[in-house]
């Protein structure tokens, strides 16, 4: 008896050993398992995934790794949990589309589905793409009606950075900001966000790094929250198709994605009301480049810098109402960058 006792003492520190060792082990398993998703996509068009081991690291969200499947958290263990994931490795093989299209994917958001994609996992800069996470991020930890102030270094953020020409002492909403930061991609309001939301900007740019693993954006690291050129600020286009994803269900950020412009009344450093009016730097949302017969630009974001090259995600919508994220990255020129995303856009089915 008292052998047996013993064994089964013996047992349940196993266990318990072997539970601690996954808790601690969770992002690497994590991790690990996103990047397999990639490593055997060699089986022609589509790759069928087992999301069990994500749902036994247990800090993974469905959306996280297949943002597409709006269900319940990986996190959850009550019941059993798998999905499909089409990760083609050879999406749009064969297909002649126009323009630049090496670090390009489109996805189908309601069929789970990838329709092309080329470079998904390669590293690139992704420039003022940037903030789209910090406009996640400063929403997921501030409130809107808080209280955003310009600082000096918020308010030089460069000679040639796009910025609204703030006066140190401004302040606005966090709402306000991020309708510049993503409307007019307002390189010192990414700044101001930055050390009013993380206390810090570094404090900030560290939330920004762990959201992008919250996500499941593996390949991304950032070191600022502009996007201003930086050898170890990275991402992919998968990793951006991620963020958007998670970006457009947060409902600040849904209603400005569309937004062709925008003007508001802030606080000046001397307590007198200020307005800046700005256009939207996506070609898409001011007119200036027409969609696809059937296909409605619902909004995005835009980058560029000399190592970047032109860059722009969007979420857009076929004449039925169904969403698609479509991404093209590191282009030569801005007209490249409207034909290449126009050959894609022309590729959902209407």
Same mark, same amino acid.
């Given at each position: ?204 740019? #560290? ?5 992008? /693993?919250?996500? @499941?954006? $593996? *390949? %991304?690291?950032?070191?600022?929250? +502009?996007? &201003? ?60 480049? #027409? ?5 409605? /630009?619902?909004? @995005?974001? $835009? *980058? %560029?810098?000399?190592?970047?090259? +032109?860059? &722009? ?38």
């Amino acid at each position: 008896m008292s052998n047996t006792i013993k064994r089964f003492q013996n047992l349940k520190m196993t266990i318990s050993d072997l539970k601690d060792f996954r808790y601690l082990t969770r992002a690497a398993a994590a991790a690990l398992a996103v990047c397999s998703m990639f490593l055997f996509a060699g089986c022609g068009r589509t790759v069928t995934h087992d999301y069990e081991s994500m749902r036994s690291a247990g800090s993974v969200s469905a959306d996280a790794v297949n943002p597409m499947v709006t269900s319940q958290s990986l996190a959850v263990r009550e019941k059993p949990f798998a999905y499909m994931l089409c990760l083609p490795a050879d999406a749009g093989e064969g297909k002649e589309l126009s323009g630049n299209l090496e670090y390009a994917g489109l996805f189908d958001l309601k069929r789970k589905k990838v329709i092309y994609g080329s470079g998904l996992t390669q590293r690139v800069y992704p420039a003022s793409t940037t903030k789209l996470m910090t406009a996640l991020v400063a929403l997921k930890y501030g409130d809107p009606g808080q209280k955003i102030t310009i600082s000096e270094n918020a308010a030089y953020p460069g000679d040639d950075a796009q910025r609204l020409v703030l006066d140190p002492g401004d302040s606005m909403t966090l709402e306000q900001a991020v309708n510049y930061l993503l409307v007019f991609s307002a390189n010192d309001i990414a700044i101001a966000i930055a050390e009013n939301i993380g206390g810090s900007y570094d404090e900030f740019v #560290d939330l920004m790094n762990k959201e992008a /693993v919250a996500l @499941g954006a $593996t *390949g %991304t690291h950032f070191t600022n929250p +502009h996007g &201003l050129h930086n050898d170890e600020h990275y991402t992919t286009p998968y990793d951006l198709y991620l963020i958007l994803n998670a970006a457009r269900k947060n409902k600040v950020i849904r209603e400005i994605l569309p937004k062709s412009g925008y003007n508001t009344v802030f606080r000046g450093e001397d307590g007198e009301d200020k307005s800046i009016a700005v256009n939207a730097t996506d070609a898409y949302l001011t007119g200036d480049t #027409d969609a696809p017969e059937g296909i409605t /630009v619902i909004g @995005g974001k $835009t *980058g %560029t810098t000399e190592p970047a090259g +032109h860059c &722009l995600i969007i979420l857009s919508q076929n004449s039925s109402g169904e969403p698609y994220i479509s991404v093209v990255m590191k282009t030569d020129s801005i007209d490249e960058l409207y034909t290449s995303m126009n050959s894609l856009l022309s590729e959902i089915p209407n």
